[in-house]
């Protein structure tokens, strides 16, 4: 897989809702686009919504395999 056991994946990625138009690159991710990683057998440890000083949205998320 992507993360060894016990290991931690680190995102940080333009936030865009779901049905919203995309144009790009860079192309932003849903908060469903994030569940990928759950259903692939890691456990979400974090996530934060936040917006840059340009006022774009961005998500934070960190993932963990089980050891």
Known sequence: GLVAPGG??????RRREEGESVEGPPIPVTLRDLDAFTAAGLSQVARELFLDERQIRHVMAV?????
């Open 63 to 67: 993932f963990e395999r089980a050891a």
């Open 8 to 13: 931690r994946l680190l995102i940080l990625a």
